[in-house]
Nanobody
């Protein structure tokens, strides 16, 4: 029943910045872990960053120091601020909501394309 909708993707130059948003229909309980994943053509999907109910964050080594994940539970929204973008950041970015160790509580957005070029 939960729907996640990503926005904010687009074309950006290397070194530029972009902010992705993930809006949830209804409410995402604060106990959910929220995350951003990405997948480039021909490559496996990978975790970019996630944030727990307690606000603890986790980042892929490739984005540490450049990306920041945050959440606003009152607005049912999760953000990914991306700075110092590199061409290798080009991918479809997906929003995820899940309850750790609860397999039935797992939701995905449809993705938003980020292209870093020119």
């Amino acid at each position: 029943q939960v729907q996640l909708v990503e926005s904010g993707g687009g074309l950006v130059q290397p070194g530029g910045s972009l902010r992705l948003s993930c809006a949830a229909s209804g409410s995402i309980p604060s106990i959910y872990t929220m995350g951003w994943y990405r997948q480039a053509p021909g490559k496996q999907r990978e975790l970019v960053a996630d944030i727990t109910s307690g606000g603890s964050t986790n980042y892929a080594d490739s984005v540490k120091g450049r990306f920041t994940i945050s959440r606003d539970n009152a607005k049912n929204t999760v953000y990914l601020q991306m700075n110092s973008l590199k061409p290798e950041d080009t991918a479809v970015y997906y929003c995820n909501a899940n309850l750790p160790r609860i397999m039935s509580a797992n939701y995905w957005g449809k993705g938003t394309l980020v292209t870093v070029s020119s």
